[in-house]
């Protein structure tokens, strides 16, 4: 069984944008800058915010974080938004989800000037990736699974594809993403019927459900790659798990991510890939 390291494979990807920004440095080049906005104090997003902040920083580039209370309305995070779109230091940032549920999700994605989308999550580079649109900018986390993939070489042309979880920023777009090269796809939800039987159909499972040892052995055909795009508090250790039973899936699955260590630095990595985008955009 091959570990897909998205780990290994982001430090990689990292270390080239830091040496990047070093050349910037020595031309005496204004900086790359990311923004990130965190509303509330939840555990997670706390944690993802600092992994995200920690790697700005490792590789270089400027970046602050803009910590809201709780309490703050749709409008107060409007008026934040309005002024990251206009301010020329900035060149992309990105919003922590989920929202508290008073947030209008929708108006503030909305309100994020699709050109400074380093989650790619707007209306407006959502529908330029249905629409094969390359000027747009591309959700982090599709962008960073297919990068692991392509890294070890597995072929999405001619595979089949189940991915659990429909969300729009993991199921959705990275059905078209993979679409695109040539993959068939079928994506599951809470009330498919018969997801084991589905997702035993894969070359390539993708479970984004978010529900801890979801994915038991008998959810695998023989020699598939399992991609778990999971991030979960496991419920006693309190430990970061995916989606994956790893004990059932045993001599299973020929490739698989693990959690941590798969697809979470892969998507920072790909954040961090769209900023150096837009910057150099905006640099043109
Ligand atoms: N590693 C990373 O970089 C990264 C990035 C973002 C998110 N995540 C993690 O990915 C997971 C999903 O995140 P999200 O924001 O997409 O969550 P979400 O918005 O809650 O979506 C979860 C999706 O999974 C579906 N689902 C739930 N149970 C299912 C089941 N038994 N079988 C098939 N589908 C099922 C839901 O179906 P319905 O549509 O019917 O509700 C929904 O479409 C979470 O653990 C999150 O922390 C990881």
Redesign the pocket.
């Known amino acids: 069984m091959v570990i897909l390291d998205g780990k290994k494979v982001s430090e990689s990807i990292l270390y080239e944008i830091s040496l990047r920004i070093q050349e910037l440095k020595g031309e005496g080049k204004r900086l790359p800058r990311l923004d990130m906005i965190l509303v509330g104090n939840d555990y ?1 997003s706390i944690k993802y915010v600092e992994m995200k902040r920690k790697t700005v920083r490792q590789v270089g580039m400027l970046g602050e974080v803009h910590h809201l209370d709780e309490s703050i309305e749709t409008e107060g995070l409007l008026d934040l938004t309005e002024s990251l779109n206009n301010n020329p230091e900035v060149d992309g940032y990105m919003i922590q ?2 929202l508290p549920s008073h947030i209008n999700k929708h108006t503030v994605l909305e309100s994020i000037d699709p050109k400074k989308d380093i989650d790619g999550l707007s209306p407006s580079n959502l529908g330029k990736l249905f629409q094969k649109d390359r000027t747009g900018i591309p959700p ?2 599709p962008v ?1 699974i297919i990068k692991l993939l392509e890294e070890y070489n597995i072929k999405l042309l001619g595979r089949r594809v189940v991915i ?4 729009s ?3 959705k777009p990275l059905a078209a993403m993979m679409l695109e090269k040539s993959a068939t796809v079928t994506i ?5 019927l018969n ?1 084991q039987d589905i997702a035993r159909t894969a070359d390539i499972l993708v479970s ?4 801890p040892e ?1 994915i038991k052995g008998s959810f695998l055909k023989l020699g598939c790659v399992v991609v778990d ?4 508090k496991h419920s006693e250790t309190g430990k970061l798990v995916g ?1 994956v039973d790893w004990e059932s899936i045993q001599g299973i699955p020929s490739h698989i991510t693990p ?1 941590p260590g ?3 630095p ?3 990595a790909s954040l961090i890939l769209n900023l150096m985008h837009c910057y150099e955009n905006r640099n043109r």
């Not at 659990?164 to 969300?167: D, I, Q």
């Not at 599951?188 to 498919?192: G, H, I, R, V």
């Not at 795009?229 to 979960?232: A, I, M, P, Q, W």
């Open positions: 997670g989800l989920p982090a986390t960073g659990l979880g429909a969300s920023i993991i199921g599951c939800n809470s009330n498919t997801t984004a459900t978010g529900k979801l795009v999971g991030s979960n989606d959690v798969g697809v979470g892969m998507t920072i």
